[in-house]
């Protein structure tokens, strides 16, 4: 298994210190240097350690008081330090959007993998065959959502002499003019037969995305996620489950909707099977200051706790050319522009080092290496000045950092997290 710890740093990782050059990611992380004097350059992105740590505690949490399984959407972070930070807080496993993500899993020691997609590549088929076969503890579920994505699926596992069946679930969209899934119940009912009809597939359960409900609120996330429900416990009572299914699995959840699926997934009547009752948030690890600061469910169950947004950019403003303007040095290739703009929070005074609020000081645009910064009449900004971002989407915050420094309260860098996208 790959040791980060042991990776060179160099010129591959942006903002990493210069005169670390050549130093192992290990030795650098014991030098313990501090994120604002320690050589970082500009921009960089900082993981808050405290943070990040409440926030796998809270999910841990929540997930055992409401009777779910976890397994975090790894595509989030594509960090292996992080899906084992997730697996040590009692995650069955990790979930994977496409076979990429899966080997990069496997090559870091994931046992258990739920690919929440269906896959129709051979090649991927293959390899996926050749990884079950050579490895009895590996467990690999994953979608499917078509006749035709079984057919294709069952030839390639054939042809590659598959000698453990892949466990599938069907795949229920979330409605008319929703995402990947199967549309009605007879759909689902469809895909389930042409699965029973092959020796290389094994129908283990239902699953889906309710953050695909078109114009999802919730009843109408409610409403979905209680047709799936409904769907498990409908293929259960037509013994669509083989003798040799010991649990049956009904997954759906992502980092909005939480709330709605331990609230119907507890509602779920008795099977003649144990149920994995699997939630696959992934941004919750980081969460925001953007998306999922205003979609985030403890929003509507604050008695329940609270996440923290643990990712702040920091930039280095390198032009002021207006009373009104000023540039920063972070771009569309530092910072999550697919959802909202940065949030200007602080400012890092480069004459002192203290650090206050940004106060009149507004992103109004991204180019690819420049953050353009509207100032009001008033607000403290110079050049030289660091400012200190808040960003939307934990996804497209991650992938475009490889080796991101985590760092505590007061600056100290404990860890650096390498990202694999
Ligand atoms: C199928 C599926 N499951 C789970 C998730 C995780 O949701 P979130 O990113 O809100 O945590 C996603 C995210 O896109 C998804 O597509």
Not at 56 to 68: C, F, P, Q, V
Not at 185 to 198: G, K, P, Q
Not at 332 to 337: E, F, G, S, Y
Request: charged share 25%; proline share 5%; net charge negative.
């Amino acid at each position: 298994m790959p040791d980060l710890a042991s990776e060179r740093v160099d010129h591959r990782f942006k903002a990493l210190p210069p005169d670390a050059e050549g130093l192992t990611v290990g030795e650098l992380a014991a030098q313990r240097r501090n994120l604002f004097t320690g050589g970082f350059t500009t921009p960089v992105l900082a993981l808050s350690a405290e943070s990040v740590a409440h926030n796998l505690r809270l999910l841990e949490e929540y997930a055992e008081r409401h009777g779910l399984a976890f397994a975090p959407h790894g595509k989030t972070s594509m960090a292996p330090q992080l899906f084992d930070r997730q697996i040590a807080h009692g995650a069955w496993g990790i979930t994977a959007a496409v076979p990429h993500q899966v080997r990069v899993y496997r090559a870091h020691g994931v046992a258990r993998i739920f690919l929440a997609n269906e896959v129709v590549d051979p090649v991927a088929l293959r390899w996926i065959a050749a990884e079950l076969d050579a490895d009895p503890g590996f467990r690999l579920v994953c979608y499917v959502d078509s006749v035709r994505g079984a057919e294709l699926m069952d030839q390639a596992l054939t042809e590659a002499g598959a000698r453990r069946a892949l466990d599938v679930v069907v795949e229920l969209g979330a409605g008319d003019g929703a995402r990947t899934g199967a549309r009605t119940e007879a759909d689902c009912a469809a895909v389930a037969d042409a699965v029973a009809a092959t020796r290389t597939l094994r129908l283990v359960g239902v699953a889906g995305y309710e953050g695909e409900v078109p114009d999802g609120d919730p009843e109408r996330v409610r409403a979905w996620l209680r047709r799936l429900t409904a769907l498990a416990a409908g293929f259960d009572k037509a013994g669509r489950f083989g003798a040799d299914v010991e649990e049956i699995v009904v997954s759906a959840g992502g980092s909005a909707w939480f709330d709605a699926v331990a609230e119907v997934f507890a509602d779920l009547p008795g099977l003649s099977r144990p149920v994995l009752k699997l939630l696959r948030s992934g941004a919750y690890v980081s969460h925001d200051d953007g998306q999922y600061r205003e979609k985030t469910p403890f929003n509507r169950i604050p008695e329940e706790g609270a996440l923290q947004p643990a990712f702040r950019l920091w930039s280095q403003v390198v032009s002021r050319p207006t009373g009104a303007q000023a540039f920063t040095n972070a771009g569309k290739r530092d910072a999550a522009h697919d959802l909202h703009l940065p949030e200007a929070q602080v400012v890092r005074d480069a004459r002192t080092g203290a650090i206050r609020p940004a106060d009149g000081i507004t992103v109004t645009g991204l180019s690819d290496q420049h953050a353009w910064v509207r100032t009001e009449e008033g607000a403290e900004l110079e050049v030289g000045d660091w400012v200190g971002m808040g960003l939307s989407h934990p996804c497209t915050s991650f992938d475009k950092w490889q080796l991101i420094p985590l760092v505590e309260a007061d600056g100290t860098v404990v860890d650096y997290i390498r990202t694999f996208f």
